[in-house]
């Protein structure tokens, strides 16, 4: 039976909590893979307060992170108006056509704290 289990496990992206790690690892070799292999993965820190703030210029296919801030951000794609709120400790994946300045992401609760927002600029061309 535990051999029938280990099998089922070992082709699915479901940590157990036998092995949480290695089913983690597999959650995000599966996320990647379904990405593609980028021409570039490159670190970068925003600082962010309670005004949006646009991301600094670069070419970026998609902004990956977690928000690590300890308070709620917003992203926002310039000129749609559309908010997307990610509260403390989730992780966020949003998509660019070209740049990363095309997304502003500010404070959600308004504090005029200065917060830094590590995340990755992941690139295919």
Not at 26 to 34: D, E, F, M, V, Y
């Amino acid at each position: 039976m535990s051999a029938i289990v280990h099998d089922r496990y070992r082709t699915s992206l479901i940590p157990s909590e036998y092995d949480s790690q290695l089913g983690s690892l597999r959650l995000i070799n599966g996320l990647l893979a379904r990405m593609g292999t980028p021409n570039s993965i490159d670190p970068d820190i925003v600082v962010i307060g309670p005004e949006a703030s646009t991301l600094s210029d670069g070419k970026t296919t998609r902004l990956v992170g977690t928000n690590i801030t300890g308070t709620a951000i917003t992203f926002e794609r310039v000129g749609t108006g559309v908010p997307f709120v990610f509260p403390a400790g989730e992780a966020f994946d949003l998509p660019c056509l070209k740049n990363s300045s095309e997304w502003t992401v500010k404070r959600t609760d308004g504090v005029d704290d200065l917060v830094s927002l590590p995340f990755l600029r992941y690139t295919m061309v």
